[in-house]
Structure formats: C-alpha cells, structure tokens
C-alpha cells in the first residue's frame, strides 16, 4: 500500500511517482531512496564547488518515532512501507432511540480519568416522506471499557413531553458539535471541558462546559467565519506546542473541492496562522471530515484520519495521513476501512471515520488501539458505530519479506542507555549501531547483536556490547537488518 509522496522531478519521470514505489525501485539499485541527480561536468581548470555542509543529525532524545514517514530513513534496500488496516470489531453503539435515528453521525470520543465519553449528532431521515423526522440534538454516550456504551436519562431537554433522555443540545449548533476535555492548566473550572460547533457557511461557534454535560457559549459570535464548516470540525489543546487547534471544512476555490483548514489560538476565541492543509504532489480529492489529532504516544506527530467523498457514488471512505507540523500531510491512497468491512458502509456517507483514538482498560487490550467508524447511514431504524482495533503504533511499517531487507537511518543523536523495537519479525532481525560515518561500533555491530524473533510492542535491543550511555549525544547511525519483518516504531530509553 502506498503514499501519496513528493519525489524530486529529476528522480522520476513523473513527480507523483508513489513512495512505495521508489522504496521498491530504491531497494533494486541499491540507493538511498532519494535519488541522486547526474553530477555536473566541469573544465579541468574550473574551481570544484564547494560542498553544503551535511545536515545535523536528527535530535530524537528519548521520544519514540515512528516510521510513518521517511523521517528517519536514508536508505532502505529489500523492504517498503506498508500501510496496515485496523481490525473490525463488534458494533459499540446503535442510534435506535426516538430522537436518535438513521442520520445520527459526527462521534467525537475521548478518554477522561475512569471513563469514556462520545458526543453525537442524533438525527433521522423519513425515507417515504423524503425529510428530517425530527429536528436535530446533540446527544451524549459514556463507557467504562469501550466496548459497552451506555446513554444516560440526563434530564436536561425534553423530547415529545420527557427529559428521560440523553440530550445535551438543541437548537444552533446541534449539527457537528465536537467536545474535548482541555488539558489547558490555564482553563478555568466553568471551561474544563471546551467544544466548537457550527453553522454552515456562517462560522465556528465556541462552547464551555464544567462537567461535559451542560453547555454553553464562550461568546454568542462565531469565532472563526472563513470556511464552510458543513462536517465534523474539531479543536482541541495541544499540550506539547502549547496552543489550541482547530480543523475545519472549505471549499478549495479551484473546482470547490471540500478541503481542511486549520488554525492556532492561545485563548480558544482568538486565532491566527490560519492555513489551508497541503499534501504534497497528491492528487486534489474531496475530504468530507479531518479526524487530526496529535498521536498520544509521540506528540510531535499528527495522525489524521479523513474521510474521503466520492461525488458520483456519494460513497465514503476513510484514509490515512500523517504530518508533523500539522499543515503538511503525507497522504495514503488506500482506504483505511474499505466500503466492505464488514456490513453495511457501502450506501450514502455510510463508512465515517469517528474523531478520537483510544487505549481501552484490561490485559486483552494491552497491545492495541480502538477507533470508531459507522455504518448503516441512511439504512434501517438507526446508524451503528463499529469498534476497529489497530496494533498499538501499528498504522504503517517498514516491512521486509522473507528474502530480507536492511533499512539505515540517518545521523542521530538520542539521550538513554538502551533501544526497544515495536517489531512484529517472523523471521530473525538485528540492529547495528554505527558512528556517523557509518562504521559499526566495537560492541555494537550486527553480528554483536542478539537476534530476535518473535511480536513485541516494547522489544530492547541486546549487543554484548551492553549500555548505550557512551554514545548517548553523539551522532550515530541504525541499521535493520529485517527478515520477514514488520518495523513500526523505535524508542531510546535510560
């Protein structure tokens, strides 16, 4: 499976050449897997141009990475990236309450201490008489697993004479409405909890709330207006950069494609560095939601999840993207969740993506993540949200077959004593730790490594070499030697 990936015109003779690809072409010729240009001629007498100084090696400290990208890699021969599918699950939720419906849709899930919480649009469409059965809510779910979703008689709004109901929301802003606990030190108690909703083409309103249940506006205006915001958009608190962030729907004006934007605010009502998402050589498509988030095991990575629309079908299907400034994206062409698995998702906008990434409780679900996705959109008496389960940090690997394939990294620099691997390798793999240059180091070599077979989420890496703290700060390089492996992440530790 490829990305959709920016490779240099005098590599390829078309620019949108696939990454997976060049990888494949790179692992033939035995070359790094950015191409060389011919070098230049020169007159014997002519000065020789000075060399760029090389770059500076890559800082990583102790943060994992993973190899969602080329951000590591300087060469690979005998291996590619691979894109991986999450696994289909049970169904979590079916929107079968009276004010609920068939076009209940736009789940925002989050993790919050002991428990939970998922925000949704409930809504019904009466397919004989062709209208919106009831206006639209803003209703309210919450789980202690993830796997059981309760919706709990709340007691706010009324719905045909009762509040027995798990309304939140009525009126403006009822449509996408995308909650998020704000991990802010700064946030006052009435705004531990923030949302932003929209009205189409209007703007983006913002909301606050004590305890995630009872809501309110931050201010009666929008607080952001240029877009359209007809989807899912969403903010959030990036603790790491130490801004708020949002993501919202456009249209591009070349051709009125529906695009993403996004923006940074320091207070959640004022924002600025607005900027249109950027993917590269990658073909223009219509992205109906975003699904971006910070990925939580390695923040300085955004992963996003958007859902693409195909116009002539009206058909949906989420993809995968990757960025680490938030603005620029490596896009996948492949569907994440194809319009097969497993039931119901090939109709109308019927196979979304939710907004949110989980790691459920209990030792059965130590090594994965949940994500979300719906089915049955405008079928049968409710819309139903799926659980799909990828490996932890397992989105995409640098795979190797059984022939086997080496993969060297860049110059880097870590802080630590040791290396761990999430690795799934069928057959053996070793690691070599090398000086810049790219000289194995005495104790550290390939043959001083012990090989490992065998799935590990956290695998450390042994050379009779022992401890890396001598090397800690210096520039060194890895180099992979994978057999029938699948290499997702690394992580120097002390």
């Given at each position: ?18 990454r ?12 790094t ?7 230049p001629?020169?007159?014997?007498d ?8 090389p ?20 060469r690979?021969?005998?291996a ?11 169904v979590?939720?079916?929107c ?54 309760e ?32 991990g ?36 009666p ?13 969403l ?75 195909q ?19 490596q ?22 993506m ?7 409780p ?5 090594n ?7 089915e ?12 799909f ?6 989105f995409v ?14 110059p ?83």
């Open positions: 499976m490829k990305p959709e990936f920016s490779v240099p015109a005098a590599a390829l003779q078309t620019a949108s050449h696939p997976r690809h060049w990888l494949k072409a790179a692992s033939v010729l035995g070359t897997a950015a191409f060389s240009s011919p070098l001629c020169f007159a014997a002519a000065p020789a141009a000075a060399s760029p100084p770059p500076a090696p890559l800082a990583l400290g102790s943060r994992r990475e993973l190899f969602v990208d080329d951000f590591l890699i300087e690979i021969i005998g590619e990236s691979k894109m991986h599918r999450p696994v289909a699950q049970d979590a939720l079916v079968d309450a009276p004010w609920e419906g068939n076009t209940s849709a736009y789940f925002t899930l989050f993790a919050d201490d002991d428990r939970f919480r998922m925000y949704y649009r409930g809504a019904h469409w009466d397919v004989a008489a062709k209208k919106e059965a009831h206006p639209e809510f803003t209703c309210y779910a919450e789980s202690r697993d993830g796997l059981k979703w919706k709990p008689k709340l007691g706010l709004f009324e719905f045909n004479g009762s509040k027995e109901n798990n309304i939140i929301l009525t009126g403006t802003g009822t449509h996408c409405f995308a909650a998020f606990k704000d802010n030190p700064a946030a006052p108690p009435e705004a531990r909890y923030k949302a932003v909703s929209a009205v189409f083409r209007k703007g983006l309103y913002a909301y606050q709330s004590p305890d995630g249940v009872r809501w309110s506006w931050m201010k205006e929008p607080v952001i207006t240029d877009g359209a915001f007809d989807s899912q958009n903010a959030y608190w990036d603790a790491l950069r130490g801004e708020y962030r949002a993501y919202w729907r456009y249209f591009s004006k070349r051709g009125g494609v529906r695009a993403i934007r996004t923006a940074t605010s320091k207070d959640f009502i004022r924002w600025e560095n607005q900027a249109d998402l950027e993917y590269g050589d990658a073909p223009e498509e219509h992205l109906y939601t975003n699904a971006i988030r910070p990925y939580f095991r390695a923040p300085h990575l955004f992963l996003g999840f958007p859902t693409r629309f116009p002539k079908h009206q058909q949906v299907e989420p993809i995968l993207m990757t960025s680490r400034d938030g603005r620029r994206f896009r996948w062409s492949e569907p994440l969740i194809p319009i097969t698995a497993p039931k119901d998702r090939d109709g109308n906008r019927s196979n979304y939710t907004s949110g990434l989980l790691a459920l209990g030792a059965p679900h130590a994965e993540l949940s994500v979300y996705a719906t049955a959109y405008y079928a049968g008496p409710g819309s139903r949200v799926r659980r389960t990828f490996r932890t940090d397992g690997s640098v795979n190797a077959g059984a022939t086997g394939g080496t993969l060297a990294t860049k880097l620099t870590f802080t630590g004593a040791s290396l761990s691997l999430n690795i799934a390798s069928r057959g053996q793999t070793r690691v070599e730790l090398q000086d810049a240059g790219g000289k194995p180091l005495p104790g550290f070599a390939l043959a001083d490594c012990a090989a490992f077979t065998g799935d590990a989420i956290d695998h450390p890496v042994k050379w009779s070499g022992g401890s890396l703290a001598a090397h800690a700060g210096k520039p060194v390089r890895l180099r992979f030697e994978l057999q029938d492996a699948d290499l997702f992440a690394l992580k120097f530790n002390a």
